[in-house]
Each structure stands twice: as structure tokens, then as C-alpha cells.
């Protein structure tokens, strides 16, 4: 049980594409979902959270209009890098729980690289 | 702001030798501490999670230790594989967010 499922695995596109990635929870409703970006050899850093019907919530030095996230289901969320350059080239990861103070169950990522 | 650090970045060792990651962090109001396993390009699996009221968790060849009041956790694995090979994260939960440390990479030698 808990299976979080992330599509695509890998994209590669042109600089200035907008890119979105999908983040389901398949056998669970997630009123809480997450987006985390990692660079190689680096820890995981939290980007923003995301309650299901509400506007997301991000962290410090993140750009909202860079990142655009939408949770309009409980099992949905997808995260848009608009206008993606190659600094945005990065793997990232989305995450899901049931609410509180519950395990996140996280997908197996997307890497995005932008020529 | 919760600050993880994981000692030490990487460790190699031969196949059958245990093995000792260490987890340090800065603020102990935590709910609970998580070990997970990343494999190269891929997403997290969920090893043990220790609650803030719990001293340790225990699952087939590992076990971690959580020391809440000195922000310490460490996490054992017996008698290692080669396919126990990956990067191992500890990540911590506070105000419901979990902050991660870098990282330890284990290569078991066979």
C-alpha cells in the first residue's frame, strides 16, 4: 500500500519549454502532498507544500511563478516549471501523505534536464 | 531552522562487515526520524521511522537508535551485502515538514 506514482521519469527539452510532472497517490488520499528538487549529491530541499483545494505554500527563495503547483484532487498534484532554463536542470520528487503528522510516501522522481 | 548532518559522506567496506551511519541534528522538538534508501536516479524507500517517544526501531539485518535530547540517531546494518550499496538519508519531521541531510553513500565491497 502507499504507492505514490511520478510521471514522467525523465524529460528533456529545449530552454524556455514549460514542463509539467505529475504526482498521484494511487491507493490513498493525500490531503497533503509535497515537492522537494535535489542536486547531485546534495540532500533533499523542500520546495513547497501543497494542501488538496488550496493554494500551495512555498519555502523561502522559491519562485511561485517559476514553480506552479496544483493539488485539485486528493490524488493529483503537478508542479510546472514555466519557461524552464538549464539552471532548472535538477531530479525532483514529490511526496504524499494522509494528513497530520503522518509518513510522507515519496515517488521515484523526475529528471529534468534542459538543453 | 533544523539543521541534519550525516557523518560520514560515504564508506566502503567489504561484504559481512556491519555497518554504522550516523545522523546529527539541531532541533529536538522533533516528531519523528525517518531512514530511507535512495538508489542512483531514483526516488526514496522508506527503511524505519522512529517515533520522538521511541529509543529504537528494528527491521530483519538493521536497526536505528534515535537520542532525542542529544539530536542523535544512528542506524545499524548487520552483516552487509552488496546490494545493500546505495546513499542512506535521515530525515527528521518537525512542524509536520522533514528536513534531510545530505547523505551517506555506501559501496559494500564483495
Known amino acids: 500500500g502507499a504507492v505514490v506514482s511520478q510521471h514522467p521519469s525523465r524529460v528533456i527539452c529545449k530552454s524556455g519549454t514549460s514542463v509539467k510532472i505529475e504526482c498521484r497517490s494511487l491507493?490513498?488520499?493525500?490531503?497533503?502532498m509535497f515537492w522537494y528538487r535535489q542536486f547531485p549529491k546534495q540532500s533533499l530541499m523542500l520546495m513547497a507544500t501543497s494542501n488538496e483545494g488550496s493554494k500551495a505554500t512555498y519555502e523561502q527563495g522559491v519562485e511561485k511563478d517559476k514553480f506552479l503547483i496544483n493539488h485539485a484532487s486528493l490524488t493529483l498534484s503537478t508542479l510546472t516549471v514555466t519557461s524552464a532554463h538549464p539552471e532548472d536542470s535538477s531530479f525532483y520528487i514529490c511526496?504524499?501523505?494522509?494528513?497530520?503528522?503522518?509518513?510522507?510516501?515519496f515517488g521515484d522522481g523526475t529528471r529534468l534536464s534542459i538543453l | 531552522k533544523q539543521e541534519v548532518t550525516q557523518i560520514p559522506a560515504a564508506l566502503s567496506v567489504p561484504e559481512g562487515e556491519n555497518l554504522v551511519l550516523n545522523c546529527s541534528f539541531t532541533d529536538s522538538a522533533i516528531y519523528n526520524l525517518q531512514w530511507f534508501r535512495q538508489d542512483p536516479g531514483k526516488g526514496l524507500t522508506s527503511l524505519l521511522l522512529i517515533q520522538s517517544s521511541q529509543r529504537e526501531q528494528t527491521s530483519g539485518r538493521l536497526n536505528a537508535s534515535l537520542d532525542k535530547s542529544s539530536g542523535r540517531s544512528t542506524l545499524y546494518i548487520a552483516a552487509s551485502q552488496p546490494g545493500d550499496s546505495a546513499t542512506y538519508l535521515c530525515a527528521v519531521s518537525n512542524d509536520y515538514k522533514l528536513s534531510f541531510g545530505a547523505g551517506t553513500t555506501v559501496t559494500v565491497r564483495a
Open positions: 491507493d490513498f488520499q493525500a490531503t497533503t
Open positions: 511526496s504524499a501523505r494522509t494528513g497530520g503528522n503522518q509518513p510522507q510516501h
